[in-house]
């Protein structure tokens, strides 16, 4: 048997560049290398107690049968009066899907919407997962460029110029992954202005890093602008990023009862509910909300700080200054056509895997996120390891020459 068996679907599929490169790294740790991987979006806390004894509880209290499809009951009202509280959007609860974590959110609401054919605009950088989605949608990503000089956001009169007949969905983040950048809501009101003038244009707004803002203002959801903008979007969030539990894998959405019951159809059809014993546990995530974890979010804003601070002083890096998540996403370009020991480094791929060999150092890059200038850093880790882990990015750009 061989691959030729394999599907259109699965052979036109990309690998995931953050799992790849962090498998890569992986694979060296495993043969004795002391690889630094900064690879993956995984905060590096432990989940907070009073959620992981609600998990416990649950276990306890054998919630060990199928859930309903959607989420359990309280679990949505939880969900949507977080929605009310913190981001000023009122849904019902059954206007509400928990899902496998939020990329199956995101999956969810592509199979419900996209047909063959319909174009999906996406502001670059973007997250990786969205591109794959799209296409295993039939639909066609387009994509929104933007720069570290425009902070990596993009401007209402580029996504006027991006829309068509065919144009379906835009997707974007805010907090962004791959940038940390952040749409204000003056930025989010002309935005929805230009998307408003599209009849069934819809916004898939990603806010899985909600939490992590350093900014000083509160977060801003695009769906609690209007009445009409609310009709028009769907709001994806999760608790992987916020509260540190990214194994238990629960994301979920808040969208117009049609939207919802899609998801739920399709969802129907494939996983069923979301994990009963982690369900449990996000009902305490959520009910205690943001204030649960101020201390993971001023360590990151630390670690920002010091990450930034190291960046500055590389000669040939361009980087701005990320306002949430915990990502840095230099442009790197500088670098394209200088060498190392009779290696020329042509793109930043390749400048990944030679940081990767020579430096033991993972980062991803840009490429897979829509921005081939740039490569990824997380710095989900601890001071120490960040600092010996800039410490070898210099020292493998100062090498090229």
Known sequence: MSEKHLSERILKMQVSATIEMNAKSRDLKSKGFDVI????????????????NSAINAVQENFSKYPPIAGFQDLKKAIADKFKKENN?????????????????????????????????????????????????????????????????????QLKESISEKSKIIVYSSPCN???????????????????????????????????????????????????????????????KGFAMTGYRIGYIGAPQWICDACSKIQGQFTSGANAIAQRATITAVENGKELVGYMVEAFEKRRNLVHSMLKEIQGLKVNFPEAAFYFFPDVS??????????????????????????????????????????????????????EAIGRLKKALDRLN
């Open 89 to 157: 959007i009122i849904y019902r609860d059954s206007e509400i899907v928990v899902s496998t974590g939020a990329k199956q959110s995101l999956a969810n609401v592509m199979l419900s919407l996209i047909n063959p054919g319909d174009e999906v605009l996406l502001p670059t950088p973007y997250w990786v997962s969205y591109v794959e989605q799209i296409k295993l949608a039939g639909g066609i990503p387009v994509e929104i460029p933007t720069s570290i000089e425009s902070d990596f956001k993009i401007t209402p009169s």
């Open 37 to 52: 991987s900064l690879s993956l979006g995984e905060p590096d806390f432990n989940t907070p107690d009073i959620i992981k």
């Open 178 to 240: 791959p940038s940390g950048s952040v749409y204000s809501e003056n930025e989010l009101r002309e935005l929805s202005k230009v998307i408003l003038s599209k009849e069934g244009l819809f916004i898939l707004a990603d806010e899985i890093y909600e939490y992590i803002n350093f900014t000083g203002e509160p977060h801003t959801s695009i769906a609690s602008l209007s009445k009409e903008i609310w009709s028009r979007t769907i709001t994806v969030n999760g608790i992987a």
């Open 334 to 387: 500088s670098y394209f056509g200088k060498s190392y020991n009779g290696q020329t480094i042509q793109n930043a791929k390749e400048l990944c895997m030679y940081i990767l060999n020579k430096e033991l150092l993972a980062v991803v890059p840009g490429e897979a996120f829509g921005s081939p200038n740039c490569i990824r850093i997380s710095y989900a880790t601890s001071e120490d390891v960040l600092k």
